[in-house]
């Protein structure tokens, strides 16, 4: 069992940033490519970024390459998601996944996520 928590979200206005983490348990955390998803109102869940296990390859969504920033920090089980310059259209509960099943879109375990809105 993987568990996975998210926090940093939060109310913030158009051009601010705010930096998501994501607490990861299990053994073989190093091993999982994990990723962040987002689901906005009334809009299905959306993929935004993915990593791989050594951090050797990353992708992001077109919506948010510029802008978003996915690393991740083995020793501490941790990955991150560093938001810049946010827009209302980033307003969405910001999900942490992780195992990798098939790179870079579909995971085996999910956080609970946290909510991220971004007003004008």
């Known amino acids: 069992q993987v568990q996975l928590v998210e926090s940093g979200g939060g109310l913030v206005q158009a051009g601010d940033s705010l930096r998501l983490s994501c607490a990861a348990s299990?053994?073989?955390?190093?091993?999982?490519?994990m990723g962040w998803f987002r689901q906005a109102p009334g809009k299905e869940r959306e993929f935004v970024a993915a990593?791989?296990?050594?951090?050797?390859?990353?992708y992001y969504t077109d919506s948010v390459k510029g802008r978003f920033t996915i690393s991740r920090d083995n020793a501490k089980n941790t990955i991150a998601l560093q938001m810049n310059s946010l827009k209302p259209e980033d307003t969405a509960v910001y999900y942490c996944a992780a195992d990798c099943r098939n790179w870079p879109y579909e995971y085996t375990y999910w956080g609970q996520g946290t909510q991220v809105t971004v007003s004008s």
């Open positions: 299990g053994r073989t955390f190093g091993s999982y490519a």
């Open positions: 990593i791989s296990g050594s951090a050797s390859s990353i």
